[in-house]
């Protein structure tokens, strides 16, 4: 006989290994140690595995856990995103515009793109960030309706899936004030110095290692992220130099944060707008004909 899944148990896995402890999560959810504990038990037993280990006090998550953990927070999100597609679509009869995204490309983009979608037509926009291979299932199945990133999939079928380049900006690095010497003798002064750089995700990590290896420039890399504003905090906390395109940090500069230490000759970040070629959309329509950011 097949087990089928509680979801009251999945929310209490997922709030126990948020927090690293059934303490704390019994607390939030209002509910006793003794039962959550029981419930946590019942759940593995549910799963056939150990999804956390004990570490003294703490509950460290397995292998098996982490795995679980992550379709868990994507199965609430989705559910999250169920409630307001209904209320917007049932209740308020507007036009949802689903635009999925890649972590690593800028809220300003989004927040963009979003103005211009609501320009076309009065839509409710649903933003929603997701991994590149995730981001490229939800597109082909028409969970949503574009996908900003900052590359091109290997193997994207073009008779399928269309794109436009919405932005191609120069890339340069960035730091916070009190490395602002750097900038004398570049880029050979940021040889073996601490750097920020974006995950292998991300088209830009190639380029930005492609310069490196021209420049004989030695990264030391002490992060790395897709999260951009991550990156931001990271390089204005004095940990290390970060390349960014001047859109997605000027902000920062402006407020005195950050600095321009040198430009990556060669070296842009572009964003595109991935669609599928069938879709017949009025908004995906004016936005391939108008959007640029």
Known sequence: MRNWMNYHHLLYFKTIAEHGSVSRAASLLRLGQPTLSAQLKQF???????????????????EQGKVALEYAKDIFSKGGELYQVLQS???T????FR???????????LLSLTQQARSFENCCVIVTESKPDDLMRELESGKIDIAVTNFIPEGL????????????????????????????????????KPIILPTYDSKLRYDVEHWGKIKRVMFDV??????????????????GIIPAASHTVMRQILDG???????LEGVTEQVMMLYRSAAKNKILEQLIKEAEL
Do not use: C, W
Request: hydrophobic share 40%; aromatic share 4%; proline share 3%.
């Open 44 to 62: 593995e037993d549910t799963m056939g595995v150990q999804l956390f280990h004990r570490d003294g006090k703490r509950l460290v998550l397995s």
């Open 89 to 91: 679509s049932a209740v």
């Open 93 to 96: 009869k507007k036009t949802v």
């Open 99 to 109: 635009v999925g995204s890649i972590d690593g490309i800028a809220k300003q983009i």
């Open 157 to 192: 079928d073009r008779k399928l899936i269309a794109h436009k380049t919405l932005s191609k900006k120069p890339v340069s690095m960035y730091a916070a004030p009190s490395l602002k010497h750097l900038r004398d003798n570049f880029p050979k002064s940021i040889s073996g």
């Open 222 to 239: 002490i992060a790395e992220s897709q999260d951009i504003g991550l990156k931001k905090f990271m390089a204005i906390d004095g940990m």
């Open 257 to 263: 944060q950050l600095v321009e230490i040198g430009r």
